[in-house]
């Protein structure tokens, strides 16, 4: 459907501004002013409007005596952004302007203001590429007729402004102009029904428009898929640039999200500098006491870092943010924690309370930290076909098919509790203790949400609960996870053509009990589970062990069973968003002396391929 603009309603006399379409900018340096650059800012592609006698196709001329750029001799022509008029929008001014090759050219010269600065600084980076045109147009002219609809050129026009956009580039002319010319009071011949009409060019134009719609479809989606994934601008840029497809660009977004350099550049992010030298360690319960008080007097190296993580969010803190690498892991309650007022403690040797392991991440699960918005990952679903074919045969045509994982924000939070005293009084070891009791408790959270997560409007979906996931079961009653059920394991994911190098076994203790007393084959010397280094294997592959894998099973009378899963880890895709936005609360405990810390974080958990995992649930084990 081809987009239609109506009139602005302009009143007569008037002879409105109008946009015209975005241009590739072809940026270039122009002599020896580093201010100073080259660039194009308009063409001659159709554009569907609305008139006085319906719709028309407007073609804006580019004839010299069609354009009238007589305002740039006295300076009257802004560089702006996005054709906003206020004064900070204006980021420069067209120092000279020419029409060559049906195309308006022109000499740039940005401004020595913040604005004109950061703006020259993203178009050398190549992340601004567009250019729009306002202009007055005086003088129309009804040429001909294309697919039933009159074609009309703009046949005097004046340069108002030019302007830098966030609009895709366009291989001929861009995207589209976002205004209605006012034709009252404007000069316009008439449409002729009974006018000769050459075809030739319209062809052209059809053809060209259809290029126009193609092309900002796939730059579109590639921007938008970039955006999602973080992806740098060079990356952005070299597709754009280059014509990649958006299917081969998908494939790149693929390759991209579990690459070393994806998870750095998120992390670099939102990871800003804790310590720095000669300066003191971030201290979070310095933070916390500078809230508490609202004096940030003696924590400026902590609100810097707040700041800095909050413009990194792009929203604000309930509280205020902290990077996700200032958790560790450990507990600390107010009842706990009493011996760290004001005395001697060793925070090496601190006792920690009995928890589950965190097992997930250490199996090769993908993280993507620092996103900013929701998130859908593309996935190819099925690739091209080959096949052999006879002389003079036809290969059958085959395309790869595409969907999207999505990843929604949705809120985990974490409450500790600190008293007064300990805020003012306690060593430093406290605030290591805090920052691993909150980061723990997050970290085993999400663990048992990847394992057997519900998956709902405010619950993550785990991997028990994924549809599609293969399964192996052992007996109608259950039964002991002898080794040909892990191998059939094993066979349900590599038989799907899972390709990784993150394969591995996650189960419970109970599970473990069992297998390091269970043989790989009657007689056998070999037990299932093996030692190898530091590492605890099972048939080659990687296990770990988890008390958050079910051990409360039911089927048929059996009872307690456990459950195993096998699966490549690099296919459960992990994302966070943001820093960690931490609340002081001193007013629900206020009468004890008691301060409430609240850590809210926001993440989500998709599988990327279900095939890419298999479970046993039967198991019945020693403790079983």
Partial sequence: MTARFTDMGAGAGDAATRIGAAVLAEVQAEGGDDRTVALSFSSEAPVLRDYSFGPGWEVLGHRPQEVDLSRIAAGAVPLLKDHRRDLDSKVGTVARAWIEGARGKAIVTFAATPEGEAMLARVRAAEVQSVSVGYAAHAFEVVGDLEGVPVVRVTGWELLEVSL?????????????????ALKGSSMTTPNPAAPVNPAPFASATAAMEATRAERHRVREI??????????????????????????????????????TATATRQRMFAPAIRRGGEREYSLTRAIAAELSGNWSDAGFEREVAQETTRAVGKSASGFYVPPAVFGRAVITTATAPALIGTDHMASAFIDALRPEVAVMGLGATTLPGLVENVSIPRMVSGTAAEWIGEDAAASESSPVFDSVPLTLKQLSARSQLSRRQLKQSLPGLDVLLRNDL???????????????????????????????????????GGVPHFPFLTRLMAEVEAENVAGTSYGWLTNHFVKGTLLSTQTADGAQQMILQRIGTDWTIAGYKAAFSNLVPS?????????????????????????????DIVVDDVTEAAKGNVRIIAHSEWDIAVRHAQSFAVITDAVTVAG
Avoid: C
């Avoid at 959270?445 to 052992?474: K, M, W």
């Fill in 439 to 477: 980061r723990r408790s997050i970290g085993i959270e999400l663990d048992r949400a990847a394992i057997s997560g519900a998956g709902s409007a405010t619950v993550l979906r785990g991997i028990l609960n994924t549809v599609g996931i293969g399964s192996v079961a052992i007996g109608a009653n």
């Fill in 165 to 181: 956009v966030a609009t895709p580039a366009d291989p001929s002319v861009g995207i589209g102009r976002s205004f209605t010319p």
């Fill in 223 to 260: 921007e938008a898929t970039a955006r999602q994934m973080n992806m740098p601008g060079d990356m952005l840029a070299a597709a754009i640039e280059d014509g990649t497809t958006l299917a081969d660009f998908q494939r790149q977004a693929l390759d991209f999200i579990g690459s070393d």
């Fill in 552 to 580: 409360d099973g039911e089927k048929g009378t059996g009872e307690d069973l456990s459950t195993l899963i096998f699966g490549n880890w690099s296919d459960l895709l992990i994302g966070q968003w943001g820093g960690i």
